[in-house]
């Protein structure tokens, strides 16, 4: 048994956050069952190129593990079914606008009156509060508004996104984190309780060392590249034929790439003696680097520096990094049905959960879900 077989999941979110949460408790066992509009179901059904045989691969990213069906919850007869669904389910996910699932008839604390153990999540984009009402959520807004943006790109460059929706990936995370939570606490109690995730707040969570450098010192972080504002050296080096990311992590790590480098006289240099001199003097270090590494190409400086346990690597493409992953019995990808699916990212007891479903289409298990749910809507 997985661990959350039995569980039951009604998924009434969209796009990323949400979906996401619930297909990590998919992959460890719980029946999803995703409710979606009719009329083109969830947004990154649309959202491409690229496609995979007509389907969006941004929907297959976050959607394995899922039964799908189709409601409109403007018609009556589906919102009773939709009711339905909430009131036999032990998880419920939602990113409506804030006090639409009310006009719905499918708040919490209301479907808990029918069904005690609900445990109830609402990813929201700024929180719940009449302040945030009406502002728009997406990731690139939140990586904007929330901080990110300010502190990733080159110095004397534009302020950048990061390559994929990391605000979206750690709004879900924290959602599926606190669904598990509240299901262990109803195995004690029998009551479910609500969890409420933003954006927002994720955006601040995703700042990690740069949040607390302004709240507990008042530093306000900046556009470093790839260097690092406490750790030095701690970013990409340039070598004969391409950049090298090297990451030291204590004064051992350093005395030993000094030392495979050739340059054994550095850390006994005032300036690179320490950690928090280096951070002031970067530039050198990287200028006395560099004269080194670009004599030889970055194969070279990897067996060199592997052989000296120092950590590095080559900025890889995601063709090279799931290449990578493959070449390290990792077993990225699994073909489900004639489609290659990105496994669940977990093992347990050694082995990743399985892939029950791929992707559903839109109202794939509608027939069946229905037929269900009305019977059950009978008593």
């Avoid at 009556?76 to 009711?83: G, K, Q, T």
């Avoid at 929180?127 to 110095?155: H, I, K, N, R, W």
């Avoid at 340059?263 to 951070?279: C, G, M, Y």
Wanted: aromatic share 4%; charged share 25%; with cysteine.
């Amino acid at each position: 048994m997985a661990p959350l077989d039995g569980i039951l999941v009604a998924d009434f979110s969209r796009v990323l956050a949400g979906p996401l949460a619930a297909m990590l408790l998919g992959d460890l066992g719980a029946d999803v069952i995703k409710v979606e509009r009719p009329d083109g179901g969830d947004d990154t059904r649309a959202w491409g190129p690229p496609w995979r045989d007509g389907v969006s691969t941004y929907y297959l990213g976050l959607n394995r593990n899922k039964r799908s069906i189709a409601l409109d919850l403007k018609n009556p007869d589906d919102l009773v079914l939709a009711r339905e669904l909430a009131e036999r389910a032990d998880v419920m996910i939602e990113s409506f606008r804030p006090g639409l699932i009310g006009e719905l008839g499918l708040a919490p604390d209301d479907v808990r009156r029918a069904n005690p153990g609900l445990v109830s999540c609402s990813v929201t984009a700024f929180g719940s509060s009449p302040e945030a009402a009406g502002m728009p959520g997406y990731d690139f807004l939140l990586q904007a508004m929330g901080g990110l943006m300010s502190v990733t790109g080159e110095p004397d460059g534009q302020p950048l996104k990061a390559g994929t929706a990391v605000v979206d990936l750690v709004c879900g995370l924290l959602a599926a984190n606190g669904i598990q939570a509240a299901l262990v606490e109803r195995a004690r109690t029998g009551v479910g309780r609500h969890v409420e995730v933003s954006l927002m707040d994720s955006a601040l969570t995703c700042l990690l060392n740069q949040g607390t450098a302004w709240v507990a010192a008042g530093v306000t972080g900046r556009r470093r590249g790839n260097r690092h504002p406490s750790i030095v050296p701690y970013e990409t080096y340039a070598t004969a034929d391409r950049p090298l990311a090297i990451a030291v992590g204590n004064e051992r790590i350093f005395v030993r790439l000094c030392e495979a480098l050739g340059l054994p006289e550095l850390p006994d240099d005032p300036r690179f003696a320490s950690n928090e001199v280096r951070v002031e003097h970067a530039d050198a270090l990287m200028d006395a680097f560099e004269a080194v590494l670009t004599t030889q190409p970055a194969e070279h400086w990897l067996q060199v520096l592997g052989a000296a346990k120092v950590p590095a690597g080559p900025i890889n493409g995601v063709d090279e990094a799931f290449a990578l992953a493959s070449e390290l019995g990792m077993e990225p990808v699994e073909d489900v049905g004639g489609l290659p699916v990105i496994r669940p990212p977990l093992r347990v007891d050694g082995e990743r959960p399985d892939i029950r479903h791929a992707p559903p289409g839109l109202d794939e298990h509608g027939d069946e879900l229905r037929a269900w749910l009305t019977r059950a809507a009978r008593g």
